[in-house]
Nanobody
């Protein structure tokens, strides 16, 4: 069982930046693809970004391309989401998720593909 804990959320003005962290309990975190999702008020949970466990493969939702960067440090069992030029429409609860995958290039985009989820961290962007 992998436990994920997000941190780094908060209140920021439009145009500002935040970096979210996702700390995993699993010592073999390096075998897991990691994704970030978000759920805004009254909205469904949406894909934000994903990173493969090996190599440079990353995937982003169109709405965050060029503004958000996903990364990971397997030695620290931690994944990150650097969010720049934040907009009010980025306001949401952000969740990280992980799934053990056999391919080191996989970057799943759908929530049902992930087995483990964190509790979420609130990001609020004021205009």
């Amino acid at each position: 069982q992998v436990q994920l804990v997000e941190s780094g959320g908060g209140l920021v003005q439009a145009g500002g930046s935040l970096r979210l962290s996702c700390a995993a309990s699993e010592h073999t975190f390096s075998n897991y693809a990691v994704g970030w999702f978000r759920q805004g008020p009254g909205k469904e949970r949406d894909f934000v970004a994903a990173i493969a466990w090996g190599g440079p493969n990353r995937d982003y939702a169109d709405s965050v391309k060029g503004r958000f960067t996903i990364s990971r440090d397997n030695a620290k069992n931690t994944a990150y989401l650097q969010m720049n030029n934040l907009k009010p429409e980025d306001t949401a609860v952000y969740y990280c998720a992980a799934v053990r995958v056999p391919l080191n290039i996989a970057t799943p985009r759908f929530g049902v593909e992930y087995d483990y989820w964190g509790q979420g961290t609130q990001v609020t962007v004021s205009s």
